[in-house]
């Protein structure tokens, strides 16, 4: 099965080497162009793309996915599923419609609860006791599409949102 893999920090680390070593076929790794950081501001690449570079995968990093060539260049890699894990941008509707099997959203929350980006803070700041990972299909929508599997942890007194994203990659 050929696969298109999106992430970007070190959460998305694990679910792509899951893949590789389970035998998928990664085409590309989509991943949040390169940023600058520290008091000089030099160029720091996400955790996904030395992860990717690592093992020798394609790496792709569109300043945006609403631009026609992204998607046309997308779409000539053939994937037959595409699978995102914090990727940072929201997938356009011709982006979505490529894979036969469609896109798949790892988000580290139990959805519908903490749909959107910062589903881990927003549990520990809430006092939750649990949180967890849910696989879903992906629409136009945040997080809207519908939950194939879920995972529950809990979520100790200590946990921080470093140590929580941890475990749930």
Not at 79 to 87: E, S
């Given at each position: 099965m050929r696969v298109v893999f999106m992430g970007t920090?070190?959460?998305a680390v694990t679910p792509l080497e899951q893949l590789v070593d389970n035998g998928y076929q990664?085409?590309?790794v989509y991943t949040q162009p390169d940023r600058a950081a520290g008091r000089r501001?030099?160029?720091v690449a996400p955790p996904l793309k030395k992860a990717a570079l690592a093992r020798g995968l394609p790496v792709v990093q569109p300043a945006s996915m609403k631009s026609g060539p992204v998607a046309e260049e997308l779409a000539g890699l053939q994937?037959?599923?595409?699978?995102?894990?914090?990727?940072g941008q929201i997938l356009p509707r011709p982006v979505l419609n490529i894979p036969p099997l469609g896109c798949v959203n790892i988000h580290p929350s139990l959805l519908p609860r903490y749909r959107g980006t910062a589903p881990v803070p927003g549990a520990i700041l809430n006092g939750d006791t649990f949180t967890g990972i849910s696989i879903m299909?992906?629409?136009p929508g945040m997080d809207t599409g519908p939950v194939?599997?879920?995972?529950q942890i809990p979520i100790a007194p200590a946990d921080t949102t470093g140590s929580l994203m941890s475990r749930l990659s």
């Open positions: 920090p070190e959460f990664v085409a590309a501001r030099s160029l994937p037959d599923v595409i699978v995102v894990a914090a990727f299909m992906m629409d194939l599997s879920r995972a």
